[in-house]
T-cell receptor, first 113, second 114 residues
Framework: ELKVEQNPLFLSMQEGKNYTIYCNYS?????LYWYRQDPGKSLESLFVLLSNGAVKQEGRLMASLDTKARLSTLHITAAVHDLSATYFCAVESMKTSYDKVIFGPGTSLSVIP | EAQVTQNPRYLITVTGKKLTVTCSQNMNHEYMSWYRQDPGLGLRQIYYSMNVEVTDKGDVPEGYKVSRKEKRNFPLILESPSPNQTSLYFC?????????????FGSGTRLTVV
């Protein structure tokens, strides 16, 4: 069974600091997604990572994928308040179930002045 | 504008009264899915559909029904809602299989069953 874990689940960080959110999954993955959810809002797609060693960057966020370690990271550089949100990773594995995407529990990020 | 439209946004109902949450997408996506989001549990898949007339159970299908008579619409039906179905529901759509680059989510429906 495909399981997805994230840590930390809650993160409070100061503006200007760097931090990394980790996403571990239990079986081989065909692709991995990162989503952002603002309080009371829907989910917005941030990144899709398709292969081992893939790295994507958008502004202060950078996501990477290590399929051998079954690990993805979302690195936050010089955090600003606007990055406060919940971040989800989601894993798709066609080996376990075609078209099935499993979400992690989410990391609630709060950036404080 | 490419979007997934869910209705209603908020719904309060009583136990046992049948309800339908509608979902429509205008991107010609083959794949559509329903998720529920509960605190501490993340998003859990209820049902998904890979194309018209093709639906399958997700991880938490009990108490829900779906149909896919048209490509653009994927309604979620609660025949006899119970309080444990109080949740935030999201409809999502995407391209299918290896062409998928992520879901487009609807705005969500906050359902309260009393």
């Amino acid at each position: 069974e495909l399981k997805v874990e994230q840590n930390p689940l809650f993160l409070s960080m100061q503006e200007g600091k760097n931090y990394t959110i980790y996403c571990n999954y239990s079986t081989t993955s065909d692709r991995l997604y990162w989503y952002r959810q603002d309080p009371g809002k829907s989910l917005e797609s941030l990144f899709v990572l398709l292969s081992n060693g893939a790295v994507k960057q958008e502004g202060r966020l950078m996501a990477s994928l290590d399929t051998k370690a079954r690990l993805s990271t979302l690195h936050i550089t010089a955090a600003v308040h606007d990055l406060s949100a919940t971040y989800f990773c989601a894993v798709e594995s066609m080996k376990t179930s075609y078209d099935k995407v499993i979400f992690g529990p989410g990391t609630s990020l709060s950036v404080i002045p | 504008e490419a979007q997934v439209t869910q209705n209603p946004r908020y719904l309060i109902t009583v136990t046992g009264k049948k309800l339908t949450v509608t979902c429509s997408q205008n991107m010609n996506h083959e794949y559509m899915s329903w998720y529920r989001q509960d605190p501490g549990l993340g998003l859990r898949q209820i049902y998904y559909s890979m194309n018209v007339e093709v639906t399958d159970k997700g991880d938490v299908p009990e108490g829900y029904k779906v149909s896919r008579k048209e490509k653009r619409n994927f309604p979620l039906i609660l025949e006899s809602p119970s309080p444990n179905q109080t949740s935030l529901y999201f409809c999502a759509s995407s391209l299918k299989g290896i062409t998928r680059v992520g879901y487009t989510f609807g705005s969500g429906t906050r359902l309260t069953v009393v």
